[in-house]
């Protein structure tokens, strides 16, 4: 075959090539080699190992809704099956309105740490809450006056695991997801003025934010969309949707380069007389 023919490739057979391709890592996740960022292992640093003590009460807080679901659910998947293995309580709530799709998400990805929780004894889902900054503010004086039952109707007084639980100082960190500033909410409302453990989880647009309040020491740790999901993945040990995202991501580009490189001996070929192989 004439290498000036590469040149011409029908670019069909490329997009086939492509499909097949980016198969693979949906059918099994590849986990290319990634590097950790600092602000990724300083989060599960601190969600795991000496940082956590059996019995501390956290907080997942749900900010982002389905559209965000690539970005910041596996790292929520993550830090959820980290704080259970911790043997730590857990809270989930959300500001963001289609928070019970989220959680129901939840308990598939994590099917099998929950398996193994009692709801209302190791962890209990408040639901959704209002108010923005306001109703943030309001939880760090009285949890109960903004969730006077959790989201399936059960009295916060009858929920074991909240007997000891009215406010701010009762909670030993905040895990907040976001699309928007809901972490700064946290941060401006529970970790400035009363200390508290405070990580963030956020979408890749809102690293810019998120990195210098991990910087400053507001953030015990961040993670970035999708890849620092990827990344929590591999801390872990349970490689996962963010993985399958970033190994499709890199197939694809590494197919663009290939393709490139391909075009470009095709058209030199053509340049220096169709020379053949």
Same mark, same amino acid.
């Given at each position: 075959m004439s290498l000036s023919k590469l040149a011409d490739i029908d670019r069909r057979v490329f997009y086939w090539i492509l499909f097949i391709a980016l198969m693979v890592p949906f059918l099994s996740p590849i986990g290319f080699p990634i590097t950790i960022a600092?602000?990724?292992q300083d989060l599960y640093d601190g969600i795991t190992?000496?940082?956590?003590?059996?019995?501390?009460v956290w907080i997942i807080q749900f900010g982002y809704g389905v559209s965000a679901?690539?970005?910041?659910?596996?790292?929520?998947t993550v830090c959820t099956k980290a704080l259970f293995r911790e043997d730590a309580k857990i809270i989930f709530m959300g500001i963001h309105y289609d928070v019970e799709l989220t959680y129901n998400k939840l308990l598939d990805t994590c099917s099998e740490d929950f398996a193994n929780?009692? @709801? =209302?004894e190791d962890y209990v889902f408040l639901g959704y809450f209002t108010g923005g900054e306001s109703g943030v503010a309001q939880m760090a004086s009285d949890i109960k006056s903004v969730f006077p039952q959790d989201h399936f109707g059960k009295p916060y007084d009858d929920i074991p695991m909240l007997a000891d639980v009215e406010d701010v100082h009762d909670i030993d960190g905040v895990l907040s997801s976001d699309t928007g500033d809901y972490g700064g909410h946290f941060m401006t409302q529970w970790q400035g003025p @009363? =200390?508290?453990?405070?990580?963030?989880?956020?979408?890749?647009?809102?690293?810019?934010t998120d990195l210098p309040r991990w910087q400053a020491g507001n953030f015990f740790g961040v993670t970035n969309g999708s890849?620092?999901?990827a990344e929590l993945e591999i801390l872990i040990g349970e490689l996962g949707e963010a993985t399958t995202?970033?190994?499709?991501?890199?197939?694809?580009?590494?197919?663009?380069v290939i393709a490139i490189i391909l075009a470009n001996i095709g058209v030199i070929t053509e340049k220096l007389g169709g020379g053949k192989e």
């Open positions: 600092p602000n990724t190992g000496d940082e956590v003590d059996p019995g501390e679901w690539s970005e910041c659910h596996p790292s929520v929780k009692v @709801y =209302g @009363y =200390g508290t453990k405070l990580a963030e989880i956020g979408i890749a647009m809102n690293a810019s890849r620092g999901g995202a970033m190994d499709s991501i890199s197939v694809s580009h590494l197919l663009i």
